[in-house]
């Protein structure tokens, strides 16, 4: 299996994972301020670790 490792020209990327009560109205606000864009699992909910994880799996089976 080959990986690709060159990241040159790739957007960085940054996850935000909410605490157990979620976000607050004011920082999903300031969130979408700084340039995050939102993105939600419905009615599902993780553990942060799990969620964590989750993540990092998602994007590298989308960007790898």
């Known amino acids: 299996t080959t990986v690709n490792n060159d990241f ?3 957007p960085a990327l940054a996850i935000l994972i909410g605490p157990e009560g979620d976000f607050s109205p004011a920082e999903v606000d300031a969130a979408i301020a700084a340039g995050f864009r939102p993105l939600t699992l ?3 909910r993780l553990r942060t670790e799990t969620a964590a994880i989750a993540s990092v799996a998602g994007v590298y089976f989308m960007c790898v």
């Open 8 to 10: 040159s020209g790739k």
């Open 42 to 44: 419905g009615d599902s």
